[in-house]
């Protein structure tokens, strides 16, 4: 079966740096882009950017530029998310997603479990 | 930018209905570069519809998916207890954008 783990909540203090991720299993990871993808309390979906892990090809929504940063270790099928330094504002659950197909540009087929990010002093 | 505007913002029905929802894009998806999500409560979103009317695998036909340029729509022909909960499109014809989301509650 084809799935996307993600790594558990996390509780974190404004200004402290944190790395999130996205292991797969079951199918040829190299071939499509994973995406991750922030739901704010309340709120609806907001596409962050994107990794081609057969070459690290990143692509981001400008907003997210400079604030996170995306990245895969394809020996481990695993991709990352991670922040330098956390805001309040980035409170929020983050899911991790596979393109249906190898375009970076689709839409999601297979989704994680999604990852609860809470930041408060 | 393609920015998607979803109607209605809440839709109350009963089981049996059928449900219409629309999708709005700011300017002509090209290859009708647009699909539909389900997410209920506490999980995460589900892929319904590919390519404006594609269904995706393990999906009920009871889903159908419909338009082409500025205008998309789902429907849902009739509505069965676990079919309430909040519906989002998704356009990627110009990078990606989520409309804000429709409710179809009981």
């Known amino acids: 079966e084809v799935q996307l783990v993600q790594s558990g909540a996390e509780v974190k203090k404004p200004g402290e740096s944190l790395k999130i991720s996205c292991k797969e299993s079951g199918y040829s990871f190299s071939n499509y882009w994973i995406g991750w993808v922030r739901q704010m309390p309340g709120k609806g979906l907001e596409w962050m950017g994107i990794i081609y892990l057969s070459d690290s090809d990143t692509r981001y929504r400008p907003s997210f530029q400079g604030q996170v940063t995306i990245s895969a270790d394809k020996s481990i099928r695993t991709a990352y998310l991670q922040w330098s330094s956390l805001k309040a504002s980035d409170t929020a659950m983050y899911f991790c997603a596979r393109t249906r197909a190898a375009a970076g540009y689709d839409a999601f087929d297979i989704w994680g479990q999604g990852t609860m990010v809470a930041v408060s002093s | 930018e393609v920015l998607l505007t979803q109607s209605p913002g809440t839709l109350s029905l009963s089981p049996g209905e059928r449900a219409i929802l629309s999708c709005r894009a700011s300017?002509?998806?090209?290859?009708?570069?647009l699909a539909w999500y389900q997410q209920r409560p506490g999980q995460p979103p589900r892929l319904l519809i590919y390519g404006a009317s594609s269904r995706a695998t393990g999906i009920p036909d009871r889903f159908s998916g419909s338009g082409s340029g500025t205008d998309f729509t789902l429907t849902i022909s009739r509505l069965e207890p676990e079919d309430f909960a909040v519906y989002y499109c998704q356009q990627y014809g110009y990078s990606v954008e989520f409309g804000q989301g429709t409710k179809v509650e009981i």
């Open positions: 300017q002509s998806l090209s290859s009708s570069y």
